[in-house]
């Protein structure tokens, strides 16, 4: 069974600070997600990742793959308040070209960035 | 545009009445899911279907089922609603099923706050 596990499931930042949000994840897969969620409201897709190494930029957001360790980061640069919501990965059980096009979802960062 | 939408967007009812939740995508993609989402719990997957006449069961799907009729629908039902299906139900569509893609990335419906008393 796919586990997904994201850390820290809680952040608090100061604008202009940097930090990582890391998701971890238990089978072999080279598909990854990443959404932000603003309170009471639907999930937007932020990146797709599908391969080793591949790596992501907008804005202030990089999000990048490690299938090897089985290890995804998203890196946030110069935080703003704008930023502050909630971010997801998911990762589809498929690999080596094969998608079951299913997500298995983290369980959520929430990320509020203070003046 | 095309867009994904649900109904209603807030539903309260009492335990043991059937509910049922609509789903609606205009993509024209052949999977459709339908995920609750509880704090602490993230994003959990309950139905899913790969097209016409296909459903699955996800990893929370006991009290929930689905019927896939058209490419447009999936409504899911709750047979006989608890109190411990009081969440936000949101329904999502991605573009391909079980073949090489490259993305099968999901858009997302603007979910459905069901409260169960």
């Known amino acids: 069974e796919l586990k997904v596990e994201q850390n820290p499931l809680f952040l608090s930042m100061q604008e202009g600070k940097n930090y990582t949000i890391y998701c971890n994840y238990s089978?072999?897969?080279?598909?990854l997600y990443w959404y932000r969620q603003d309170p009471g409201k639907s999930l937007e897709s932020l990146f797709v990742l599908l391969s080793n190494g591949a790596v992501k930029q907008e804005g202030r957001l990089m999000a990048s793959l490690d299938t090897k360790a089985r290890l995804s980061t998203l890196h946030i640069t110069a935080a703003v308040h704008d930023l502050s919501a909630t971010y997801f990965c998911?990762?589809?059980?498929?690999?080596?070209?094969?998608?079951?096009?299913?997500?298995?979802f983290g369980q959520g960062t929430i990320l509020t960035v203070h003046p | 545009d095309a867009e994904i939408t649900q109904s209603p967007r807030h539903k309260i009812t009492e335990t043991g009445r059937q509910v049922t939740l609509a789903c609606h995508q205009t993509w024209n993609h052949n999977n459709m899911f339908w995920y609750r989402q509880d704090l602490g719990h993230g994003l959990r997957l309950i139905h899913y279907s790969y097209g016409v006449q296909d459903t699955n069961k996800g990893e929370v799907s006991d009290g929930y089922s689905v019927s896939r009729s058209n490419t447009e629908d999936l409504p899911l039902t709750l047979e006989s609603a608890a109190s411990s299906q009081t969440s936000v139900y949101f329904c999502a569509s991605s573009e391909r099923g079980l073949v090489l893609s490259s993305y099968n990335e999901q858009f997302f419906g603007p979910g459905t706050r069901l409260t169960v008393l």
């Open positions: 089978t072999t897969s080279d598909r």
């Open positions: 998911a990762v589809d059980i498929g690999a080596g070209g094969t998608s079951y096009g299913k997500l298995t």
